[in-house]
């Protein structure tokens, strides 16, 4: 099983940039799509955005689309998003969750969907 780790988030002002990371604590993303969801103090966990293992397809929140880019770098073996243009409403703790797909590339939108979680970083946008 992939255990996974996040990059520490931060405390950013509306509009900020920031870059989350997550990497794999011994093997690697191969056939296994990743996603990033997030939770607000007192909500439900929503999703972000996913990525197949391949990194041909990818789907986005609603919330975020034309803001946030998942990628995943192969050779860095990481899965990241770019935050662009924060706002307050993105404050949230983020996860990274990935499960196996072996043998479909494909995109998955629901945390049910995913086996293997992170611990979560904080990400706080203020104004």
């Known amino acids: 099983q992939v255990m996974l780790y996040e990059s520490p988030g931060g405390s950013v002002q509306t509009g900020d940039s920031l870059i989350l990371s997550c990497e794999p604590a011994?093997?690697?993303?191969?056939?296994?799509?990743m996603a990033w969801f997030r939770q607000a103090p007192g909500k439900d966990r929503d999703f972000v955005a996913a990525?197949?293992?391949?990194?041909?397809?990818?789907s986005y929140g609603d919330s975020v689309k034309g803001r946030f880019t998942i990628s995943r770098d192969k050779t860095r073996n990481t899965l990241n998003l770019q935050m662009n243009n924060l706002k307050s409403e993105d404050t949230a703790v983020y996860y990274c969750?990935?499960?196996?797909?072996?043998?479909?590339?494909?995109?998955?939108?629901?945390?049910?969907?995913?086996?293997?979680w992170g611990q979560g970083t904080q990400v706080t946008v203020s104004s």
């Open positions: 969750a990935a499960t196996l797909t072996p043998y479909s590339d494909l995109v998955l939108a629901s945390s049910a969907d995913y086996t293997t």
């Open positions: 011994r093997r690697t993303f191969s056939n296994y799509v």
């Open positions: 990525i197949s293992w391949s990194g041909s397809k990818t």
